[in-house]
């Protein structure tokens, strides 16, 4: 398997604004080219576009708008896992020698058809994120004494960290008593321990050993990748106060690389709502199962950007195509040391957890520097 | 419209169950999702437990088990704060726009 470096990275801001799914795409990816001056598009030999939007064929659309004609393209949907998805896709061709440099790009707009899943009969009626999210939230609550306030203080953290990310959406930071207070969507969620659907685009370069050189000289490598899906359906992860395929995803990710959760010195984690950041840092093996609200804390508390470094999607904002390649441009950046305000410093080793539709998939990867 | 449907819309909680391995195929569907063995149509038993359960404005909402194996969302009727693994009963289901189930705990 040949290796597969991230060379560059680009961003469009994270907003409401109304703008076709076509168009936010090529806004990454002249961000990317903007900010790559040795890329042509004729380097690229792969196109893959991720999203949960109802258009057809847009793969060779953002192709044909960017000026390329790639040998591969096409696009990936996987709910809210689909950028990371996307980029392991990506991955899968270079390294196997199918192709030589591959530019993914993921977008979706406030709008997205993405936002529920309406197949899942598992659900009945409660089809909307805020009743998964508050079945997670009452189980670690009974199972683990997690607070109201500890639920917060992910989400303060989080608006804390956005506030040096120019793209992402959320402008302004809120007080823990803010975040308690804000209005209650059920008995165990608020408003602002939520992410927020909107409009927005990424994108990434993938290139070869070899293609890389023309292209960077501070290559991140994708050395770990784990992906696992349980099921489409809510209900067949049991144990609630965990994410059964992060778990899954998180071994293989390790082994592949041969790292270990201590090695870890940045993450993105997928904190869709609070209560997922704490779980997600106790089933990545960061710490102990029942210790990820004391973790959370310590690290609002001492100012530790070390996880969601960009505001996670809490403080970033959730464009469901393009999170989870916006999450590893932020790793990729920290690991090239351009991260500017947000960076955390010796940052070597990165991890990203991607996942969807209630932890029902989960995807990660792991990325050195 | 599938079997599972067109019970909900009569009040009648059904499901498939595999002719090969005799366990219950959910979500619900015309092969076994374990060995594609064809399968029958049977009632499921609505005396469940509670897995889980929270509350947006007056309406408690709660994940339920049936017959150790299937787990569905509905609205929980009770006049008590309800207990983790408590027996409930599916009192009503229907299908609107979506599946709906509403359970009532047994005292």
């Known amino acids: 398997m040949r290796k597969v470096a991230l060379t560059d990275f680009g961003l469009t801001e994270f907003n409401k604004d109304d703008i076709a799914i076509d168009s936010l795409m090529l806004s990454a990816v002249k961000s990317l080219f903007d900010s790559a001056p040795n890329l042509s598009q004729k380097d690229v030999d792969v196109v893959l576009t991720s999203t949960n939007d109802n258009s057809k064929y847009l793969s060779s659309i953002v192709s044909e708008i960017s000026g390329i004609r790639p040998k591969i393209s096409h696009s990936v949907e996987s709910l809210c896992n689909s950028g990371a998805n996307s980029v392991i896709s990506a991955f899968s061709y270079i390294a196997s020698g199918l192709a030589d440099v591959a530019l993914v790009v993921g977008a979706e707009r406030f709008d997205s058809p993405g936002l529920v899943l309406e197949w899942d009969k598992s659900r009945g009626q409660y089809k909307h994120p805020i009743y998964w999210s508050s079945m997670f939230t009452k189980s670690h609550v009974r199972k683990y004494g997690t607070t109201k306030e500890d639920l917060a203080i992910v989400s303060a953290k989080n608006h804390n960290h956005a506030l040096d990310n120019p793209c992402a959406y959320f402008k302004k930071t809120y007080s823990i008593d803010e975040i308690m207070n804000s209005k209650n969507l059920t008995d165990d969620i608020r408003l602002l321990d939520c992410s927020m659907p909107c409009s927005g685009s990424a994108a990434i370069l993938l290139a070869s050993e070899e293609a890389m050189k023309k292209l960077t000289d501070s290559p991140v490598w994708i050395t770990g990748i784990g992906q696992k899906t349980l099921s489409a359906g809510f209900t067949k992860n049991e144990e609630l106060a965990s994410m059964e395929s992060t778990i899954g995803a998180a071994t293989m990710a390790y082994k592949m690389a041969k790292k270990k959760p201590g090695d870890i010195d940045v993450a993105e984690v997928h904190d869709a709502f609070s209560i997922c950041e704490i779980i997600e840092v106790e089933d990545l093996g960061f710490v102990r199962k029942g210790k990820g609200n004391e973790f959370v804390r310590t690290l609002y508390e001492t100012n530790d950007r070390r996880i969601n470094p960009r505001g996670g999607l809490i403080g970033a904002g959730h464009p469901l195509g393009a999170t989870g390649i916006a999450q590893i441009v932020e790793i990729g950046q920290q690991l090239q040391g351009k991260a500017g305000k947000r960076q955390v410093s010796q940052a070597r080793v990165g991890l990203v957890q991607n996942m969807s539709a209630a932890a029902t998939s989960s995807s990660i990867l792991i990325l050195e520097s | ?107």
């Open chain 2, 1 to 107: 419209m599938t079997k599972f449907e067109e019970g909900l819309k009569k009040d009648e909680f059904v499901c498939s169950e595999c002719l090969t391995c005799k366990k219950l195929v959910w979500p619900p569907n015309n092969f076994c999702n374990r060995c594609f063995g064809a399968v029958k149509w049977r009632p499921v038993s609505r005396c469940g437990k509670l897995v889980e359960f929270s509350k947006k404005d007056e309406t408690v909402f709660c994940i339920a088990e049936f017959e150790n194996e299937i787990r569905i969302m509905g609205s929980l009727k009770c006049s008590c704060v309800p207990v983790i693994g408590q027996s409930l009963k599916l009192v009503k289901c229907s299908h609107n726009e979506s599946e709906e189930f509403v359970f009532q705990l047994v005292i």
